[in-house]
């Protein structure tokens, strides 16, 4: 799980960060500081060059509640799907959803500013449910679709939420896990578990860089 724990530490150490930038909002993230919204994505950050935060906005987080619940996701869903596919797949896996997270938040709320790497962990659980059906395993009996449904409800049910993020990140992620995880293509075709994610990623990029 080397590029779990990565991700995990890279998360943890922009969020201590950004913090020394001004502890305000710690714990609920209600305010925000010059280290955070320099990383955050909108579409007027986008619109003048700086792409760079259709990924600094996944790796972003506003309090504590907010990077914890995010990165106790992603321990989990490392530990089912960077095991089964490896370091490889899986860092690429994340990438494709972290970039459809950054363009769904463009495309459903451009003027906001976003953070966060739930875009990229919805789409690891997308991916998993689909990888579990594709295999003939209910999802549902394994806790990863239940997880999934129950965010989905919390992303509309909960004001200030990224919906755009958490869809976006979520489609891409179920369109790249049915690429990947598809056990005859495996066989056939072994080389779309890697043109899938990069394509996808590609995609999502030029298309964010577009709408901006």
Do not use: K
Request: proline share 3%.
């Amino acid at each position: 799980m080397f590029v779990t724990r990565l991700l995990i530490a890279v998360n943890g150490g922009i969020f201590l960060w950004t913090l020394l930038g001004g502890v305000t909002g710690i714990l609920s993230g209600s305010n925000i500081n010059r280290r955070q919204f320099d990383l955050a994505l909108s579409s007027v950050f986008i619109e003048n060059g700086e792409w760079w935060r259709l990924v600094t906005g996944g790796f972003l987080h506003f309090g504590v509640f907010h990077i914890a619940m995010n990165m106790l996701l992603l321990f989990q869903l490392g530990q089912l799907l960077e095991t089964g596919i490896g370091r490889t797949r899986f860092a690429l896996l994340y990438a494709a959803s972290l970039f459809g997270g950054s363009l769904g938040a463009l495309l459903l709320s451009p003027n906001a500013l976003t953070g966060g790497a739930s875009g990229a962990v919805f789409g690891l659980m997308a991916a998993a449910s689909v990888g579990l059906r594709q295999r003939g395993i209910n999802p549902f009996q394994t806790g990863i679709g239940a997880t999934l449904v129950l965010n989905l409800l919390i992303t509309f049910a909960i004001p200030g939420v990224s919906i755009g993020g958490h869809l976006g990140g979520a489609v891409v992620g179920a369109l790249v896990g049915y690429a990947m995880l598809e056990p005859r293509w495996n066989r056939e075709i072994p080389w779309i578990s890697l043109a899938s994610p990069i394509t996808a990623s590609v995609v999502c990029v030029v298309a964010a860089l577009t709408i901006a």
